[in-house]
């Protein structure tokens, strides 16, 4: 069994640094992007109709895109344009 | 402030909920291991920041595709280690500016993934603590933070967290000693 100093739980827990936040972001939208995430945001960005669509009605403007209801993608959506 | 300690789901647990499709779920195993695979990579391997970053990114993108074929939900740890391990290689075998000779050798690598394995596992005996513990050794230890800028984040007086912060390693060795298990060998 290990002794438990305050040095060495010290250097233990030094020993674990975050990673940038963005990194971790990207991970965890890995299903969203999956889910068509990065398409829909690079369109927004492009195609200033299909934004004023999203912003007028995020949900039917994703589902007249062909994608299905999702909640998850639709605040994904939301997030990454400032919507 | 909640001051209760969190009821950690096992990562056999939290495997199974990914497989479902709950995306909650894989945002906390990215959230759960992240440290893990930045250190192997950044502190193992010494790859500078942008190869960390697409190694990073691409050992979550193969265990997303690949989680369904993991046999043992309780493994993911050890498995991401080694696909970690085989990626930050591939990159660096792959990169002209590195020689054969460059590489780290191999039972340095072990040694200093066996340091991170023990790290990750008292990470998750942090779970067991009170919330301002968590936060404050957190950004104490992890984060690099200075006492002040601590002490504006979470709305305490500075000269209280020097205290705080032993009271919360006491906290953690108690925390660690109830579970009664080398840490090495803890987790899942």
Redesign the interface.
Known sequence: ??E?D?ET??N?????????QA??Q???E???A?RGLDDIVERARADQAFRDALIADLERALEGAGFESDP?LAEAVRTRLSL | MILAAQVVETDAQLVARCRDGDDDAWRELVERFSRYVYAIAVQAFRLPQADAEDVFQEVFARAYENLPKLRDDSAIRPWLGQLTRRLCLDTLRAGARVQVGDLPEPSEVDESIANLDEALALHDALAGLPDNCREILDRFFARDESYRSIAEALDIPAGTIASRISRCLVKLRSELEGRNTPLAESGG
């Open positions: 069994m290990h438990y305050e739980l010290s233990l827990l030094r020993t674990l640094p975050a990673p940038p990194w971790v990207a991970a965890q890995i299903p969203l999956r998850a």
